[in-house]
């Protein structure tokens, strides 16, 4: 006898995976207001877009622990293919960001204020991926120690959480790249080193483009994030983190890459 799910659809065997149980659809749809609840038309694509960033961030997350892993067991294969992965899902972001440039500056000021002191500055898994990855510079760490901004309640606003915090004493892929290299007893620059001697070093060598690749395609997307802002916004406005806006994001734009000795060995080469 047919079966009526909660998504409306009959089936034969209550237990069959359907599309909307695996989804969790209900619940997925759930997280968003209805209609009614928006204050613009344009908020739920503002919404849609964010949350779609934070589930790919979820992605990048468990990618990175794998690629670590990977490294650490001598996969090297493994390690490049994710770290593939991780850098097409990057790519997917600017076009994230290009779809919220169809929202006018008019409109997105219509219920810009109302988001404030939110700010995508609290993303939590936007720094796990940072410190994961391998950023570990001291300025930066001292930018993370500083409180973001006052709430509504006159609480600052912490972005040293727990998590971060883990984040940053966590094992990075960067560290895993360092350890593995020196295990193999070659320095970055040795990579490179590819003519007119068949290179012993093939493997790694596919590793190290590849995880350039995601490092490129990382700091393309800071810019490409503070190009979309200063179009949202103006140069001059403040953030609703309450940065400075635009100029903290191009100074955001320019921070350490993840992994520097890929890029350092370049000059070893030249
Ligand atoms: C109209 C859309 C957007 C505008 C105008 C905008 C603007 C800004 C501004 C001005 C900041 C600086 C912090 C502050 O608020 O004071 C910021 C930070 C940030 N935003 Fe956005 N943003 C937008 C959409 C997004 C989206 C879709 C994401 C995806 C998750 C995102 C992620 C971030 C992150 C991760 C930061 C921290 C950057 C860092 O510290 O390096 N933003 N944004």
Known sequence: MAVRLPCGHEVMDERQTHYCAYLALDALIALQPADGELRH???RLFLTTHQAFELWFRQIIFELHRTTAALDAENVALATSLTQRITRIVGLFAPMLHT???MTPADFFAFRAALAPASGSESQQFREIELLAGLRDPAYQRYLQTPLATSADGNPVDQWTERVR???EARSLAEA???LLARRGVTAA???VIAPAPNPHGDLLLLAEALMDFDEAFATWRYAHARMAERAI????SGTGHTTGVRYLNHAANRPYFF???WQARN???
Not at 234 to 237: C, E, F, L
Request: no cysteine.
């Open 41 to 43: 038309a344009d908020e």
């Open 100 to 102: 919220l440039e169809t």
């Open 166 to 168: 883990a984040a940053w």
């Open 177 to 179: 790249l360092s350890d």
């Open 190 to 192: 040795d990579l490179y």
């Open 234 to 237: 103006g140069h001059d406005a």
């Open 260 to 262: 520097p000795m890929l």
């Open 268 to 270: 070893a080469l030249g």
